[in-house]
């Protein structure tokens, strides 16, 4: 891509005159940066870091000192609204099919993201994560996002990924546990398949969309009211092998449906509700606030407690802070 093309579609400033007049791709990781690269560099310290990987351009919004003259200098008043244009640019000569769902619907998709003969590629929260693919998506491959707004912003031929499910094709629904779930779905019947009821919608429309191939195993990578089973020494143990349990969400748009669902069909047990930065449509005394995770033991000592539903951590996180705790004294 000629460098004056990019000042065209960015609306940037060439702030000297170089001595190259093309790039070659796109970059936001100095690390990953190859010789005739154009840079996308928020912090100054990884220009120099880009340079010597062989940038041929560096775009940027804030004011760096211009230490290489012999690459494209390219100021920008708003770096973000640069990366949007060069992405529009790039898919706009593309005949893709582009799909926005719900954030559910989203993290289910992505665990079957090679079931399909085409290619998918999920839209990250990160803009400057798609520049590390940008250049493999080719025609008739598939863009998912959890954000029509900016979706729309980047490619805005697109449409919902949502079916409408009648719930009279729903039948012989059993709820095993608060995990597992039997269903038949018209002539489909699924036998203890390892997800909540309540995500049972968001099963069919990717059993539907994958046009009825589905590895049911791969269910396992939806962390979405996933449970870590712990004893009382704090120690993970077997699926349904404790009456304790601790339920993970980082998305703050699932957790007031996820809190419900569990008070409806956990309500004969006691749950904990704890999190970083509160629950909103909590009451004060329903909830505990935690820092860190290294805080959860010392607060629920002595609880009487089956649930905890953790907000504002992830399941990797608490995962790893339960098998490090494993190797350290016990709780009690």
């Known amino acids: 891509m000629k460098i004056s093309s990019i000042l ?6 060439l702030l000297n005159s170089p001595s190259i007049s093309f790039i070659y791709s796109i970059k936001t990781n100095s690390k990953k940066i190859k010789e005739s690269d154009l840079y996308i560099a928020k912090d100054e310290e990884e220009v120099q870091e880009a340079i010597q990987n062989g940038a041929f351009a560096i775009i940027y919004e804030k004011d760096f000192i211009i230490s290489d003259n012999e690459i494209a200098w390219i100021k920008v008043e708003n770096i973000q609204l640069a990366m949007i244009k060069l992405i529009r640019f790039k898919l706009s000569t593309l005949n ?12 289910m998709l992505k665990i079957y993201q090679n079931n399909l003969k085409k290619d998918i590629f999920f839209i990250p929260s990160k803009i400057e994560k798609i520049f590390s693919y940008l250049d493999d998506i080719k025609d008739s491959d598939i863009l998912i996002s959890k954000n029509k707004e900016f979706l729309d912003k ?12 009648d719930q009279k094709d729903i039948s012989n629904l059993i709820e095993h546990s608060l995990f597992e779930t039997s269903f038949s779905y018209k002539e489909h019947f699924f036998s203890r398949i390892k997800i909540s009821s309540l995500y049972i919608n968001e099963f069919i429309n990717v059993f539907n969309f994958l046009q009825k191939e589905i590895d049911l195993s791969k ?14 020494n704090f120690e993970i143990v077997e699926f349904g092998k404790s009456d304790r349990f601790v339920i993970c969400q980082d998305n703050t748009l699932l957790v007031e449906n996820e809190i419900k669902h569990l008070q409806l069909k956990f309500k004969y047990a006691k749950s904990l509700f704890l999190s970083k930065n509160g629950i909103n449509f909590l009451k004060k005394n329903e909830q505990m606030i935690i820092n860190n995770l290294n805080e959860l033991k010392t607060t629920i000592k002595n609880k009487d407690f089956h649930c905890i539903y953790l907000v504002d951590f992830s399941y990797k996180e608490v995962l790893e802070y339960f ?6 004294s016990t709780l009690f």
């Open 8 to 13: 065209d579609i960015v609306d940037g400033k």
């Open 96 to 107: 893709l099919d582009s799909f926005y769902c719900s954030n559910s619907l989203y993290d």
């Open 154 to 165: 980047i490619y805005p031929t697109n449409k919902e990924l949502k079916e409408i499910i």
């Open 219 to 232: 269910l396992k990578n939806f962390l979405n009211m996933k449970a870590i089973f712990f004893n009382k």
């Open 323 to 328: 098998i490090k705790s494993q190797n350290h």
